[in-house]
T-cell receptor, first 119, second 108 residues
Framework: DSGVTQTPKHLITATGQRVTLRCSPR?????VYWYQQSLDQGLQFLIQ???????AKGNILERFSAQQFPDLHSELNLSSLELGDSALYFC??????????????????FGEGSRLTVL | AQRVTQPEKLLSVFKGAPVELKCNYS??????LFWYVQYSRQRLQLLLR??SRESIKGFTADLNKGETSFHLKKPFAQEEDSAMYYC??????????FGSGTKLNVKP
């Protein structure tokens, strides 16, 4: 068990609605990453947080937002949902601090994902 | 800009046949390359990383800086190798870029 937990595991909602996905990183990991996995587009990077601050942004829609809280858990908010938002949303965490310490890039540890179905 | 290309969306081989999953990258600095695997109904997990230079589950991958490639190879595929494989580029110590993935199907 990698220690990254995501809730809910499954979520079914209607178009136009708003949902919140939650992620708890491994103990001690400061960086949290959100990815979207859909059938046709593979794994798409959405956003990264490090110790509460946004560190990098990928292909994240304006309807989506995220934050990382002081206890390091993160939430991904998806609003005005569309059918095309149906996907598996993964959270991952990394133990690296993000500083240029001269050490190698750390391994990403993934959660089991939250499967969102928009009807 | 950094980029990872996995040209094959689906690769089907027979059990016992050699398999090679291709990965090419584009990055101006010194990259770290990884292969992640996702078995059916399981989370993504690290398979191997180039700095380790090790063989995991019979898989190996060599970083070829001249060809900017990091192809994943296994001499004799097994049915349990069927999974989704992602090549990933690590850079700036905590950033990652994933390829679009290759689904490997090993037929009996």
């Amino acid at each position: 068990d990698s220690g990254v937990t995501q809730t809910p595991k499954h979520l079914i909602t209607a178009t136009g609605q708003r949902v919140t996905l939650r992620c708890s990183p491994r103990s001690g990991d400061l960086s949290v990453y959100w990815y979207q996995q859909s059938l046709d587009q593979g794994l798409q990077f959405l956003i990264q947080y490090y110790n509460g601050e946004e560190r990098a942004k990928g292909n994240i829609l304006e309807r989506f937002s995220a934050q990382q809280f002081p206890d390091l858990h993160s939430e991904l908010n998806l609003s005005s949902l569309e059918l095309g938002d149906s996907a598996l949303y993964f959270c991952a965490s990394s133990f690296r601090t993000g500083s240029h310490s001269g050490t190698n890039t750390g391994e990403l540890f993934f959660g089991e994902g939250s499967r969102l179905t928009v009807l | 800009a950094q980029r990872v290309t996995q040209p094959e969306k689906l690769l089907s081989v027979f059990k016992g046949a050699p398999v090679e999953l291709k990965c090419n990258y584009s990055y101006s600095g010194s990259p770290e390359l990884f292969w992640y695997v996702q078995y059916s109904r399981q989370r993504l997990q690290l398979l191997l990383r180039h700095i380790s230079r090790e063989s995991i589950k019979g898989f190996t991958a060599d970083l070829n800086k001249g060809e900017t490639s990091f192809h994943l190879k296994k001499p004799f595929a097994q049915e349990e190798d069927s999974a989704m494989y992602y090549c990933a580029l690590g850079y700036n110590f905590n950033k990652f870029y994933f390829g679009s993935g290759t689904k490997l199907n090993v037929k009996p």
